[in-house]
C-alpha cells in the first residue's frame, strides 16, 4: 500500500522569507501523481501544486515549486516570500495513475503552516 | 459557478442516531469521494464512486453507508454502527487523475 509521510507536524516562517516542507511517499508504482494542499482555518482545500512522475521537470506556481526526487521518493514543497496568507495546514499527497476515473489520493498528516511578521 | 457543496455545515446528533451529509457537484465529474478528517490523522477514506450505482469501500468504511443514484449526488450516512463518529468530512470529485479533486467545504458532525 502506497503511504505518505510529512515529518514535520508544524513550521514556522517570517513573512517574505522562504521555506521548505517536507514529504516522502512509499510506492512501487512508476506512473503516479502527487500533490500538495493548503487548508486555511476555513478548513477549505486548496491545490497549490502537482507534479506527474514521469516528468522531470519540477512544477512551479508563482511563489510556490517542488522539488521532485523520483529515486529518494521525495516530493518537498518550497514557498518563497512567505506571506500572512500562507498560513495554513499543508497536506502532500499521492494518487496512482492510469486507474480509470477514480483514484484514491492518499495523504500525509500535514504540516501546520505559521508565518510571523 | 462550478463546485461542490455539501450541507449542512455543522452537524449535531444524540448517539446512537443515523445521520445523512449531504454531497452535491454541478462539476459533471464521474467521481465522487468522501473522506473522513481528525486532528494529526491527515484525511482518510471512507467510500468512493466511479460512476452511478457504483461504489466502492474505502480505508475506513465500517459504520458508513453511501449510494449513488445521480452523477450530481452522494450522501453520506453515518450509522449508529460507527463507534466514534465525530469529525470533520469532507467530500470531493474529480475528472482524470492529473487535476486532483476539487473538495467541497466540509461538514462538521458532532455526536454528544
Known amino acids: 500500500a502506497q503511504t505518505v509521510t510529512q515529518s514535520q507536524p508544524e513550521m514556522s516562517v517570517q513573512e517574505a522569507e522562504t521555506v521548505t516542507l517536507s514529504c516522502t511517499y512509499d510506492?512501487?508504482?512508476?506512473?503516479?501523481?502527487l500533490f500538495w494542499y493548503k487548508q486555511p482555518p476555513s478548513r477549505q482545500m486548496i491545490l497549490v501544486i502537482r507534479?506527474?512522475?514521469?516528468?522531470?521537470q519540477n512544477a512551479t506556481e508563482n511563489r510556490f515549486s517542488v522539488n521532485f526526487q523520483k529515486a529518494a521518493k521525495s516530493f518537498s514543497l518550497k514557498i518563497s516570500d512567505s506571506q500572512l496568507g500562507d498560513a495554513a495546514m499543508y497536506f502532500c499527497?499521492?494518487?496512482?495513475?492510469?486507474?480509470?476515473?477514480?483514484?484514491?489520493?492518499?495523504f500525509g498528516t500535514g504540516t501546520r503552516l505559521q508565518v510571523t511578521l | 459557478d462550478g463546485g461542490i457543496t455539501q450541507s449542512p455545515k455543522y452537524l449535531f446528533r444524540k448517539e446512537g442516531q443515523n445521520v445523512t451529509l449531504s454531497c452535491e457537484q454541478n462539476?459533471?465529474?464521474?467521481?465522487m469521494y468522501w473522506y473522513r478528517q481528525d486532528p494529526g490523522q491527515g484525511l482518510r477514506l471512507i467510500y468512493y464512486?466511479?460512476?452511478?450505482?457504483?461504489?466502492q469501500k474505502g480505508d475506513i468504511a465500517e459504520g458508513y453507508s453511501v449510494s449513488r443514484e445521480k452523477k450530481e449526488s452522494f450522501p453520506l450516512t453515518v450509522t449508529s454502527a460507527q463507534k466514534n463518529p465525530t469529525a470533520f468530512y469532507l467530500c470531493?470529485?474529480?475528472?482524470?487523475?492529473?487535476?486532483?479533486?476539487?473538495f467541497g467545504s466540509g461538514t462538521r458532525l458532532t455526536v454528544v
Open positions: 470531493a470529485s474529480s475528472i482524470p487523475p492529473n487535476y486532483g479533486y476539487t
Open positions: 464512486s466511479q460512476i452511478v450505482n457504483d461504489f
Open positions: 499527497a499521492y494518487r496512482r495513475g492510469n486507474t480509470g476515473t477514480a483514484s484514491k489520493l492518499t
Open positions: 510506492t512501487s508504482e512508476s506512473d503516479y501523481y
Open positions: 462539476l459533471n465529474h464521474d467521481a
Open positions: 507534479q506527474e512522475a514521469y516528468k522531470q
